[in-house]
């Protein structure tokens, strides 16, 4: 694959996986919303002002102007004594806190500056959860500080105190809403940041079916129809729609894939790679053409196609070859008048008898040969080969495998395994099907659905004949080529 497909899958897999994430999201953010505010107190912003003054006062012009820049200096002077002495602390001390705040941490939230480069200091000090105890702090801050100055420069010449302007306000209150919402978002942040690394990890170790042209590449098995899934909620009449034109490019590639393709096996490599589905689809879209088909159910395991087809058989296979009844009373009719089943479903007990066996006996073969003569099309529904060795024994007696992979379940060790297994035998394998497959992939995905879009007001009879000549010059040309009738080169 190139990275443009890489990339291409990827998105894929994180929008398959979106109602994870917002899962996360649903429950990251509102706990951490609801944590982020109760360990958050509501932070009060007060702020006091101290002004600088000399003592004396100049007698001339020039003697004030000197007093006024020694009072910048004693100013600047005092930020630095304020800041490295012990007048945080004992402003605690007098405001009775001391115990509860830690002087050290609490120094963090006090600063001082000078406003505007003038003589006046300004003090701000951040507050949690107690506006009252905030302004007691910081009047009592604002005293100690003169006396802090008033010692320091009591020496000097001219001597400096400091005179209270503001003792002290509330200017600011930061909610802790604002805070907690921000912590919240860059939780939810995070989460999607991992969420988005983790599909990274995950898509890089991925072993399973991403895309069609990497089983191409892996196998040399074209894939030759792409079964996308049927949407249950929304746009249910287009997505059968979609369904339908898909089998009917698996009935062209089937038709037209060699002279004398008359019995197929579809087999998986793991279980709920919807091979039954597609053997269920293929059997119909054929029998769809008025070619009489015969639909067999190999997997005596795990029976469902009477499910599926909803009528009760009386015999079934094992009964069969069991020599328990006939043919006749086998076959079962279905709503499609040129459509016929022999189900999986016995009246004997099948633990106690070996189905490999049953399916590699010569009963088996004569049943081939049998219902060959009566019928266009004999499409045989196996177990998974990863279980059992049952598809086996059906490949060797038909004309042809089809290997049903599921977008996203079937792995590629699995899929090499199947392809060992079919190339031990001898097998025709005629291409791959994938199933649950995003619009427009497989090798002929993008055809049928630029033919859908471009004739959608058409009638079916008119589509099916014009896809079945379509591809029928396509698997012509195919052929031709080199190794063209090849199921590996």
């Known amino acids: 694959m190139n990275s443009n497909t890489n990339i291409a899958e990827y998105l894929k897999l994180c929008a398959k996986r979106m109602s994870v994430l917002l899962l996360l999201l649903a429950i990251v953010f509102p706990v951490v919303l609801i944590a982020a505010r109760i360990s958050t107190p509501v932070q009060y912003t007060i702020t006091g002002k101290i002004r600088i003054q000399s003592d004396v006062m100049g007698e001339s012009i020039a003697d004030q102007y000197n007093i006024s820049e020694l009072s910048l200096s004693a100013a600047l002077t005092s930020i630095t004594l304020i800041d490295n002495s012990n007048t945080v602390q004992h402003a605690l001390e007098d405001s009775r806190m001391s115990r509860t705040i830690d002087p050290a941490q609490f120094q963090k939230r006090v600063t001082v500056t000078q406003e505007n480069h003038s003589n ?140 004398g393709v008359r019995t197929i096996a579809v087999c998986s490599p793991s279980p709920r790679d919807g091979r039954t589905s597609v053997a269920i689809g293929l059997a119909q879209s054929l029998a769809d053409t008025n070619a009489m088909v015969l639909l067999i159910e190999a997997d005596m395991h795990r029976p469902n196609i009477s499910r599926e ?76 080969i990863e279980l059992l060795p049952d598809a086996a024994a059906v490949a060797g007696k038909v004309d042809g495998c089809l290997i049903v992979a599921q977008y996203g379940h079937t ?17 025709q394998v005629i291409g791959i099907v994938t199933t649950n497959s995003p619009r ?32 029928g010059v396509v698997n012509m040309i195919r052929s031709k080529l080199p190794g063209g009738n090849r199921n590996r080169q």
């Not at 899929?415 to 001898?426: G, P, Q, R």
Request: net charge negative; charged share 20%; glycine share 4%.
């Open 440 to 471: 427009r992939s497989g090798a002929f995905g993008s055809v049928s659905h630029y033919y859908r879009s471009r004739n959608s007001h058409s009638g079916d009879n008119l589509i099916t004949t014009l896809l079945d000549n379509f591809f």
């Open 120 to 259: 006046v200091l300004k003090v701000v000090v951040i507050f949690d959860s107690d506006e009252v105890l905030g302004e007691t702090f910081m009047a009592n801050l604002l005293k100690e500080s003169n006396v802090l100055i008033k010692e320091t420069f009591a020496t000097s010449n001219p001597s400096f105190s400091g005179v209270i302007e503001d003792e002290g306000r509330v200017t600011d209150i930061n909610s802790p809403w604002l805070i907690s919402f921000g912590a919240a978002l860059a939780a939810a942040g995070i989460t999607a940041v991992g969420f988005f690394v983790f599909n990274i990890f995950s898509f890089a170790a991925d072993r399973t079916l991403r895309s069609s042209s990497k089983f191409e590449t892996l196998t040399r098995i074209p894939v030759i129809a792409a079964i996308p899934p049927v949407a249950r909620m929304i746009g249910t009449e287009r997505s059968i729609n979609q369904v339908s034109n898909a089998y009917r490019v698996l009935r062209s590639a089937i038709k037209y894939s060699r002279s």
């Open 309 to 384: 087809l909803r009528f009760d058989p009386v015999f079934g296979l094992g009964d069969l070859l069991l020599g328990k009844t006939n043919l006749a009373a086998t076959i079962n009719k279905t709503s499609n008048r040129n459509l016929y089943v022999i189900t999986a479903v016995n009246n004997v007990n099948m633990n106690s008898i070996d189905v490999c066996d049953l399916l590699d006996s010569d009963v088996f073969t004569e049943l081939l040969k049998a219902v060959e003569s009566q019928f266009d099309y004999v499409i045989i529904d196996t177990p998974a």
């Open 411 to 427: 792995r590629t060790d699995m899929m090499k395994y199947a392809i060992d297994v079919f190339d031990s035998l001898d097998s």
